[in-house]
């Protein structure tokens, strides 16, 4: 095959960004590479393509499943195998007259002088964690006049600097020398990123241990860094264009959309950094103390399915489940509602409804293990605590259901979304969720949404000044906090800072409640903020359907395994979504003559509420619904409700129900 190769026509495409005599230097430069992971092996493709034609390559490890997601070298047909020998077979197979040599036993302070021997410039693909080695290449690098370049994997994006001869070395900018190893870590972190584009996406901060050798990663960084760190062997070589030397840097976040040029005189020693580098100190520790959110892997079938059934949605984030296992293939859910302590759960239903969604949950998880699930409702525990024995079968026709991943993933939205119309696709998949019996009615465009908005608007003047909502109100909250394990976070509300301080001042007592009512129009920012912003910044509202009114516990369990199967499907399509159920609650309390409060003045408004749905929707379509809300594209929110862990949520067979 060496025969057919020819480097002219191999590298011809270059030529215009370089000449051919600039590709021919390039050809006769060596570039030392150590590291062949997740950088370093992007950086030997990428220079092997550029058309260097010598490298010095140092790794001693070899590759696992861990390094799949992200090194070049990652594959099946790799796995076990030295790296340096991997990395170097790819760089052959893009150009079989590669000079390589190879250190297999890696690279450090007894053998750096043989490692730089000839070389031009050097690309650091040293693990983040390899301080002691790092410091070996770049110190002998600046002894030599060899120019070094560091491009870091953050993120999503990547961090460079340049150390070039005769200018602030690799020690004078990180200040490494005397100082603990977990500081070494955070100095050299810092130093790397000093605008840390990377830390506002941060989902699950307990990924990052600095202690315990432990990160997050991506190809995309990995990619990035690699044409990023080209771009400066090219300049180096070529000695054309200008490259940015320490303290100068650069850092691109393609998740941000930024590209920040950093500038840190005298390194980690600038104020600004070393006030960093303190805030950087107590939040590195904060994410090592913080408990990891996903709970240990489940050890038998029953308990994965139930680990997942979890996630189902409930009023309020209530969870009015506790689960019995009887076995490697049956469950017992014990089932309870909130009618006692919450107005908006009318004899039972929301708790119903979120107990249908809890079992459609179990039976697409159970999908995933080729079972089949089959329920029976217990008919001696009363409507206030139903139970359900559950069984599951297995089953060769079972096939895992599509929407298993967006389990954990579907949640409320309370802000607004985009007023992109919802696509033919989109309502063609939602109204197919459904099932059987079950259809939406579509509320589009601006006079429909505007007409929908006026009754969630005045729904909420009710919804926020009912006094028996108070006590609600006040319990659901969790203030302080981005994710609720048992209430709703209070970021998740939807009100702006400044709102939301004032909400908890007044939550405190129902006399300021009271007072702010009355004297300065209390539920009118909150009321703006929830109901009529999102009401019109939204694709759509919806009803959904049943093939009658609902007439006991057996429907509204159906009901909401339809309405799950629909949630999970918008989650599924990208789409956000927000129940708005108040209207249906207080529809159906005016409609079964059950009086709500003490009030008589909240009777009347109910009633105004619920005249007002049946002229939005009709009467027949008023009686049939069994779930309102809003949809639409955007982002999904930063705050959200989730879940007591699954141990939170078992029973033992002889504990009191």
Known sequence: MQDAFDYRAAFDRNIGWVTAAEQEVLRSKRVAIAGLGGVGGSHLVTLARLGIGNFNLADLDRFELANFNRQAGAMVSTLNRPKADVIAGLGRDINPTLDIRLFTDGVDADNVDQFLDGVDVYVDGLDFFAIAARRAVFLACEQRGIPAVTAAPLGMGTALLNFVPGRMTFEEYFRLEGVSEDEQLVRFLLGLSPAMLQRRYL???????????????TAMACELCAGVAATQVLKLLL????????PWGLQFDAYRNRLVRTWRPGGNRHPVQRFGLAIARRQLKAMALRPESEPPAARTTVEQILEAARWAPSGDNAQPWRFEIKGEDAFVVHGRDTRDHCVYDLQGHASQLALGALLETARIAATTHGLAMSVERRTDTGQERPTFDVRLIPDSGVKPDPLVPYIPVRTVQRRAMGLRRLTTRERTALEAALGSGYEI???????????????????????LTLP?????????????????????????????????????????????INFLNRYLGGTLLPRLQLELVPGLACAAH???????????????????????RFWLTAAKLGLQLQPEMT?????EYVRDGVRFSADPSMIDRGREVAGQLRRLVG????????????????PAPKARSVRLPLRDLLIRPDKDQ
């Open 239 to 246: 000695n054309r264009g200008k490259v940015l030397a320490a």
């Open 468 to 512: 028996e909502a108070y006590p609600v109100h006040r319990d659901i909250i969790e203030w302080g906090v981005r994710f609720s394990e048992d209430r709703m976070p209070a970021a998740a509300i939807g009100l702006d800072p400044m709102t939301l301080k004032l909400t908890r001042w007044a939550m405190a007592r129902r006399e300021r």
């Open 542 to 564: 919806f009803l959904l359907l049943g093939p009658k009114r609902p007439a006991g516990v057996d429907d509204f369990i159906v009901a909401g395994r339809a309405m799950q």
């Open 203 to 217: 989902v699950e901060p307990s990924a990052v241990n600095l202690m315990e050798h432990r990160g997050p990663s």
């Open 583 to 587: 209207p249906l609650i207080f529809d």
């Open 441 to 463: 009615r579509w509320m589009e465009g601006f006079g429909q949404r505007m007409a929908v908005t006026r009754l969630i608007f005045r729904n909420a003047g009710l919804r």
């Open 619 to 634: 009467d027949g379509n008023a009686e049939r619904a069994v779930f309102m809300g809003r949809i639409g594209a955007g």
